[in-house]
């Protein structure tokens, strides 16, 4: 039974990694929806990322 110490260790460094990789999951599933939430609230206003930078050069919104 001198190799269940080992085993454990391998164990754990296994749990480890699938603990982090289910967390990057959860992190990049949310991170996508605040990435979608972004354009909605560009085609409210109707003005694109774009014209929003070339409106601040020009001195705000006029």
Do not use: H
């Amino acid at each position: 039974m001198a190799d269940w110490r080992e085993n454990k260790v391998l164990i754990g460094v296994l749990a480890g990694a699938c603990l982090l990789s289910i967390v990057f999951i959860i992190k990049g599933m949310l991170g996508s929806r605040m990435k979608r939430e972004v354009p909605e609230g560009y085609e409210a206003t109707g003005i694109t990322p774009a014209e929003a930078v070339l409106r601040q050069q020009k001195g705000g919104v006029q």
